[in-house]
């Protein structure tokens, strides 16, 4: 089960919201599709998921061609649109019932309907109407239609927009679970969210890709090798000192005795920190490298 997206261009009149994107999703993988708001990600995903035609290039879903093949191509996704919209006086079971029986799938519809609510932890809301749901819970009403089929390939939009931090994390746990035997593309623009559920990483900008990167790689693309280390020490100690350790190129004291020490390169400079301390008759309490994180590449890679 996968995606491969070739060349694909998508005109919105005379706006390009898609200019020429080309990339892969392999079998079993998780992608984060990440971006700022108006980058092209629900254009993306609503044309693999054949909902709206592309002007040009080629989708392929397992091989079958997004556009020629809808039919069975929709049977073999499961699709969470942005905003997920739902029938709001239709109730949980009825509303699944509906979606279980646009696809024949040669299982029962009670049976569909039983797994998908207890695999989606509705059961204590399923006889209410979905108008009448937290949002949490709307939102596993949406990741349920979108399972309900077992398709092999599931594209979520922004599944976690506008929820608080506990239903956050309760929807997250499900796409992990339900994720596990499928391919997975997510759009977000949480970076916390990519880091807890991805495996790999592609950056949209303006129609464009500007990374697609396994998630341990993606720091890489700062091409900028420097390191900040957070160090604390038990003494007074003189910024001039500091400067005088190898690579070392700025100094900041951020509290009494702990200092933020940057250096250039990639060697480790916290052994040289260490040393430093020993031969000047320091004590350290503490000395962590802090790592580069996601959002700091977002920001890089979609700056103005
Ligand atoms: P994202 O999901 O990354 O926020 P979208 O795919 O929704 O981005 O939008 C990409 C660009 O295309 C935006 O500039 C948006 O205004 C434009 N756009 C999206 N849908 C339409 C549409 N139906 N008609 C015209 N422009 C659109
Ligand atoms: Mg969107």
Redesign the pocket.
Known sequence: MSIVVQGVTKL?GE?K?LNNISFEVKTGEIVGFI?P???????MMKIITGFIPASSGQILVNDREVGTDNLEVRKEIGYLP?NNPLYPEMYVREYLGFVASIYNTGVSKKKLIDNIIELTGLIPEQKKKIGSLSKGYRQRVGLAQALIHNPGVLILDEATTGLDPNQIVEIRNLIKEAGKEKTVML?THIMQEVEAICDRVIIIDKGIIVANEEKSKIYSVIKRPKQVIHVEFENDIKEALLLEIANVNTVRQIKKNTWLIEAEGDEDIRPLIFNFAVKNNLTVLSLQKQESNLEEVFRHLTKE
């Not at 708001?37 to 254009?43: C, F, I, M, P």
């Open positions: 919105y706006q919201a971006g708001n108006g980058a092209g990600k629900s254009t942005e759009s």
